[in-house]
């Protein structure tokens, strides 16, 4: 566990660290005075687990928001750091520029080569910075598609990571036609005639993750969310008050559980106890298993299956009635 | 192009006096009060600037398609509310009203028609329900529509206008630009042609979707057109937004938009496009066999 874990925790998890302390003071004076606490200590041990069970595993749609935006929590390059033995980075749209919020290249998993696509936040303000927080430009999704049509061409299967609050809301943004970009991307990414399997790491915020997220399998970590629009932009719209953000993270369904329930993902990866960040290691070594037993999957299957499969996936998403007395068929 | 921006000048006092609602309207344009039943029978075009205002599904379907040709499709497709969603209001109470003050069942309607010569599948949104905002019945809507266009070789033709996916329906609403994206995708790969006309407003994921797909984007003058809207973006970058930033016009200068065609125009432009890109069936010259 990174030193600055501690150093940034939530409202919900208070109790927790104030156990933590207690337990800290505890095994000091027991050094220094050297009197023996062993009884207390393990007390005070047992009181700490119970108290992470008891809030992480019953945790608030908006404390699962706060945990998938934890600043200490592993992004794409994390993962890819941990999971691949190779990783060639690629740069650049060929149109205008290098979008750093959005990267991708070549990497090797368990001598599988893949296309992996990532959205990739700064862990401080300085890289943070540069990948703009993780929302990217159109160049972003340019350079995602041509890397991705590249994997087409080359017959590498594709892995994209989502995490971004959104793609960018920005004056060159618009000026450059990010809904174009995005869109396009949607569209493509259909036709692609190799596996494509998306993993939602941190935040899936709205169509800047879907404009990565058009895959034949979409799994999740099991704080992060995936949503229509942030909880904080529905509050402001529908309660016209930002303070109903927890509320508006409740009515938006975003968790892990809700998106199964609704077959808007396939499948929920598990977190380690408090979050991906407590054990990213072991994080990883969830994901990397996960990614390669679909993709064995996929790579099992021919392109009409594949592409037949990734249409079926999205087609079959929606909820409506027709009206009584009418008989409707569907059109083909 | 017709002056959209132009702005009068003088504002007499006269003016400025209380508007009893329902009955006239006042130009964003150019500030003038107009009669409501006379902005109406001009397709909700200003007619002393020209200011296009938002116009209702039926009437834009009949100021398009031949009369007596269109056939509605899906018309009793309605919303369920599958989230339970719980806001200031609930979604039902929302539905009903919507409902109630544009007697349609949600915020697109489809169907197929004749244009000219053409017979075509036809999508148009209408602001008025709730802000034209795409759940499960719009996107099921549109891809019905567009598969039905690409199964009977037609060429599709949507009529935009959405503030964005629906919230109310949660990641499911945001689906629906996949979905409908999904189906443009075998459209296109069929070499069939599919037309968007943008209408202010178009936004969100409607523009981040089918909406920026088109082999042709056509957009009426003055639409505001965006990703995110103006407030947003404000808010985010904390500057001053450009001259006419999101408008047709801007976007046309900026390379989005083919043609940015007034709403009487529509019709023609449609019926000419459509010439080169499904001319009538007519054989097509063949090579002099080999004798």
């Known amino acids: 566990m990174p030193p600055t874990t501690r150093l940034i925790t939530y409202e919900f998890e208070k109790p927790i660290l104030e156990l933590e302390k207690k337990l800290e003071e505890l095994t000091r004076l027991a050094h220094e005075q050297k009197v023996n606490v062993r009884d207390q200590i393990s007390e005070i041990e047992k009181t700490i687990e119970e108290t992470k069970q008891r809030i992480y595993t019953d945790l608030s749609a908006w404390q699962r928001v706060q945990l998938a935006r934890h600043p200490v929590r592993p992004f794409t390059l994390d993962y890819i750091r941990a999971i691949a033995s190779d990783f060639t980075e690629l740069h650049g749209d060929r149109l205008y520029s290098d979008d750093k919020s959005l990267i991708g290249g070549f ?38 598609l041509r890397l991705m049509r590249m994997a087409d061409r080359f017959g590498l299967p594709i892995i994209t990571l989502i995490d971004t609050p959104g793609a960018y809301p ?81 009515a938006l369904k975003l968790s892990a559980k809700h998106l199964i329930e609704l077959k808007l993902v396939d499948e929920i990866l598990p977190e380690p106890l408090g979050g991906a960040h407590r054990d990213a290691a072991k994080a990883a070594a969830t994901l990397k298993a996960a990614l390669l037993r679909h993709l064995r999957e996929l790579l099992a299957m021919s392109v009409e299956q594949l592409l037949e499969d990734r249409y079926a996936k999205f087609r079959a998403m929606g909820q409506f009635e027709i009206a009584e007395g009418i008989v409707q068929s569907q059109a083909e | 192009m017709t002056g959209v921006k132009k702005i009068k000048s003088q504002k007499s006092a006269a003016k400025r006096v209380e508007i009893p609602e329902g009955l006239w309207t006042k130009c964003k344009g150019c500030d003038e009060v107009i009669y409501n039943r006379e902005l109406d029978q001009n397709l909700r075009i200003c007619p002393k600037c020209g200011a296009h205002f938002p116009i209702g599904a039926w009437q834009r379907i009949a100021s398009l398609v031949e009369q007596g040709s269109f ?9 369920v509310d599958l989230l339970k969603f719980t806001g200031v209001d609930s979604y039902p109470e929302k539905l009903k009203q919507s409902r109630e003050e544009t007697g349609l069942k ?51 033709i949507i009529i935009n206008a959405s503030g964005g996916a629906r919230m109310q329906e949660g990641l499911m609403s945001l689906m629906q630009m996949a979905k409908t994206s999904a189906a443009l995708a075998r459209h296109a790969r069929a070499r069939l042609p599919y037309i968007s006309a943008l209408t202010h407003p178009t936004y969100a994921g409607v523009m981040a979707s089918y909406a920026s797909l088109g082999d042709l984007i056509i957009a009426e003058p003055g639409a505001m057109i965006g990703f995110a809207g103006p407030r947003v973006i404000k808010d985010t970058t904390q500057s001053e937004l450009p001259r006419g930033f999101q408008t047709a016009e801007f976007l046309l200068e900026r390379g989005l938009i083919d043609v940015v065609v007034p709403r009487k125009q529509l019709k023609a432009t449609l019926v000419r496009v459509l010439d080169y890109l499904m001319p009538p069936a007519n054989p097509a010259p063949q090579p002099a066999a080999a004798v």
Request: hydrophobic share 45%; glycine share 12%.
């Open chain 1, 107 to 144: 990497a090797t998993i368990e001598g599988q080569r893949v296309m992996v696509i990532g959205n990739q936040k700064g862990r401080d303000t300085k890289e943070n910075i540069m990948r703009n927080f993780g929302s990217a430009h159109p160049e972003g999704y340019r350079k995602a």
């Open chain 1, 170 to 250: 920005g004056i060159g943004a618009e000026e450059r036609h990010i809904a174009e970009a995005i869109a396009v991307n949607l569209r493509e990414m259909m036709l692609l005639r190799v596996p494509i399997l998306s993993i939602v790491i941190g935040e899936g915020g709205s169509g800047g993750a879907l404009g990565i997220g058009i895959a034949n399998r979409v799994l999740i970590l099991e704080n992060a969310y995936y949503s229509v629009i942030s909880p904080e932009g529905c509050a402001a719209i529908l309660w016209k008050d930002r303070a109903a953000t927890p509320k508006a993270a409740a």
């Open chain 2, 71 to 79: 056939q509605e499709m899906d018309s009793e497709m309605i919303a």
């Open chain 2, 106 to 156: 949600d915020a697109v309607i489809t169907g197929v028609g004749d244009i000219g010569a053409h017979h075509i599948g036809l999508a148009v949104m209408d602001f008025r329900f709730m802000g034209a905002s795409m759940g499960s019945v719009v996107g099921e809507k549109i891809t019905r529509l567009i598969e039905r266009c690409t199964a009977e070789r037609l060429a599709c």
